[in-house]
């Protein structure tokens, strides 16, 4: 049966990348992905073929890669970050079956977990994941799921926090936030993690309501147990013993 | 200034550390770590010294790998999965004031990614991490947190869901879960990710609500959008366009 990989990239420098997934690309005869990550990972995998598609074209891509595993290649479809979340996997998998082909999954650190590194430790302890864009989820469901997570006390980390279309979506997230946490709460913002102009911020609430991110920028929403340490943004793990 | 790098290894094996990590601890000259991880990566930087102390000894153990970045050595404090979630990365940050040593924090794959990409996609969208262990956060605050995500219509991963002491934490959590989807909701579990007897196993919520998870297990919770496609246990990326 022919295999196909679906490989998470990390921020996308190479010491961000696993073990595995540097095997897996030095194994592969193709690597399909975004442009942007293509380019990335070129320079990185000289020798490979690279076959990039645009962004939005995610379906277009999927069976991309799926045509080339079943015509016989050793494929690799990358992802930034992990390969299961906001990734290609899901959407693989639920085409997979067409082709014959068998997907195995490589994991990689998603933003939540390299852009917590760069801020200290915002997601110590229990935290949700949530995406504020509404290409594929109305924004009153995003309404809910933030709602949730802001009543329910949890850390946040906000993927996809704004685009053009979106330009006040972080407002209106943080605007639910502050119906439950005080607008002095710990945030910090992670920008282009592991990539030229790498930057980090920590703000407050109130001051996150205000601010301008674009679609390089991760998001720290911290709760009741998050400090400001030395500049870093640390969630303590509970309470004292 | 004194330096101590907080290390995320993964799930314990040489290819599911990243690029960054392998780089570091063979910089180190010394690590530092509870004793299973300490034994995991032994085999793989044979020539370094290691510094083992068990379970439950964390702040002692952060104490030690202070002390001996302060004292000049090059340390590595290595964590299971991501620095960050619930792993040292905090207490290091909040003591390392006394000691005058600078924290660099390096992500892993935490066990969110690593099992996810086993069971499928199950994480595909908006979802929330929480952990069953109440020895730092109360069993009110955590279901109170539970609630919240199953109420949010969030899929799930569930870290430490059983001990000896904690055996119906799951049954518990699944009860609250069961108050707002279905029993076949889909659901999944990951055993000793990365090791030896590595498994993983979809059932349904209801089955879950059953199961005798130990503390070497992940669990992931379904929302309305997860589906077995093929035996995997994947989470759709959202409504149909």
């Known amino acids: 049966m022919s295999k196909l990989f679906v490989v998470g990239i990390g921020a996308g420098n190479y010491d961000g990348l696993t073990v595995a997934a540097v095997k897996r690309l030095e194994a592969s005869d193709l690597i399909v ?9 070129r320079p990185y995998f000289p020798q490979k073929e690279f076959l990039a598609t645009p962004m939005m074209k995610e379906i277009e891509r ?16 990358i992802c930034s970050g992990d390969a299961g979340i906001y990734g290609m996997a899901s959407p693989v998998l639920e085409l997979a079956p067409q082709y014959g082909v068998e997907i195995t999954v490589l994991p990689g650190v998603t933003a939540a977990c390299s852009g917590a590194a760069l801020l200290g430790s915002p997601i110590t302890s229990d935290f949700a994941v949530l995406s504020l864009s509404d290409l594929l989820i109305p924004m009153e469901e995003i309404e809910k799921r933030t709602e949730a997570a802001a009543r ?75 400090r400001l340490i030395g500049g870093k943004m640390v969630t303590l793990r509970g309470y004292r013993t």
């Open 62 to 77: 999927c069976r991309l890669a799926l045509e080339q595993a079943a015509a016989g290649k050793e494929v690799s479809l």
């Open 152 to 226: 329910g006390g949890l850390c946040a980390v906000i993927y996809n926090p704004a685009s053009k279309k979106r330009a006040d979506y972080l407002r209106r997230c943080c605007e639910i936030f502050l119906q439950y946490r005080p607008g002095d709460t710990v945030c910090g913002i992670a920008r282009n993690i592991g990539r030229e102009g790498e930057s980090v911020q920590t703000l407050t609430l109130a001051e996150l309501a205000e601010y301008k991110a674009d679609m390089f920028t991760t998001v720290f929403i911290g709760n009741a147990f998050t």
């Open 33 to 41: 992905g975004y442009t942007v990550y293509c380019e990335l990972m």
